[in-house]
């Protein structure tokens, strides 16, 4: 909870020194800066109504209107006021409801629980790159912080990547490698997709296992990820292709 708190602060931040609340936000086509501020503010809302709510087959009716009417104040100190209380809702229903609490969430459950430490750790990532995103907005763009990046490409694999729907291609696997030291294997079959932790490659190491490797930073594999950067940016091994059919992929719910 310590980290959404700090990356919500750190937006908050961004929102305050952007020199327009109307600036566009380039990785986020048609958005501008406020509509931003209330994805990522009505986020933390929806969210703790979810966790709020217990075990449930869908998030709460309730939940889902409020998000759709939500109205926010136009004056920045109005609205930074409103973000900031955003955020303590959704950590006194953190709090509250404990880490191990069951509740809805759209992942697939398979690598990632759907409770409401699971949701914590994804908000963590949410307000991480939509920090990002908003200081590309105000034309001043930071690295994603290295503890948060680490944590980001795993959690990115666990929550948006795996699941049961067969892999409607050849079998094959992706290794991840961040400059800092730590790597991941996602395989991708007909059982799906799951991701494991997986020893850094020593210099100059390849593996035959895998139809891909995607090489850089923690902070950069996860902006690529969360389509913020593309491959081109990075070091890509082995047939790059590949990497074009995961991103294409939609398995079923």
């Known amino acids: ?49 979810i966790v709020g709510a217990g075990p449930a087959d869908a998030p709460p009716a309730g939940a889902v209107a409020a998000r759709a009417a939500l109205e926010l104040p136009r004056e920045r100190e109005a609205l930074l006021a409103w973000l900031a209380a955003s955020t303590e809702i959704l950590l006194n229903a953190l709090r509250e ?7 809805w969430a759209w992942w697939s459950g398979l690598q990632t629980p ?50 049961p729907s067969a892999w409607p291609h050849e079998p094959t ?3 991840l490698h961040a400059a800092e030291g730590r790597s991941w294997r996602l395989t991708v079959d007909g059982d799906g997709a799951r991701s494991t932790r997986i020893p850094a490659p020593a210099a100059g190491e390849a593996s035959d296992a895998v139809g891909a490797s995607v090489h850089g930073t923690a902070g950069e594999l996860v902006l690529y990820l969360y389509d913020r950067i593309q491959a081109g940016s990075l070091r890509v091994d082995g047939d790059a292709g590949l990497l074009d059919l995961l991103r294409a992929w939609e398995p079923e719910a």
């Open 97 to 103: 409801a404990g880490p191990d609490a069951d509740c």
């Open 173 to 175: 696997a992706f290794d």
């Open 1 to 49: 909870m310590q980290l959404i708190d700090e990356r919500s602060a750190a937006f908050r931040v961004a929102v305050a020194d952007a020199p327009d609340l109307d600036a566009p936000v380039p990785t986020c086509p048609g958005w501008t800066l406020f509509d931003l501020v209330k994805h990522l503010g009505g986020g933390d809302r929806f969210w703790a109504a």
């Open 114 to 163: 759907r409770t409401s430490g699971g949701v914590a750790r994804h908000r963590v990532q949410e307000s991480a790159v939509h920090t990002y995103d908003a200081r590309l907005a105000a034309g001043a763009p930071q690295p994603l912080p290295t503890e948060v990046a680490l944590d980001g490409v795993e959690e990115f694999l666990f929550t948006c990547v795996a699941t």
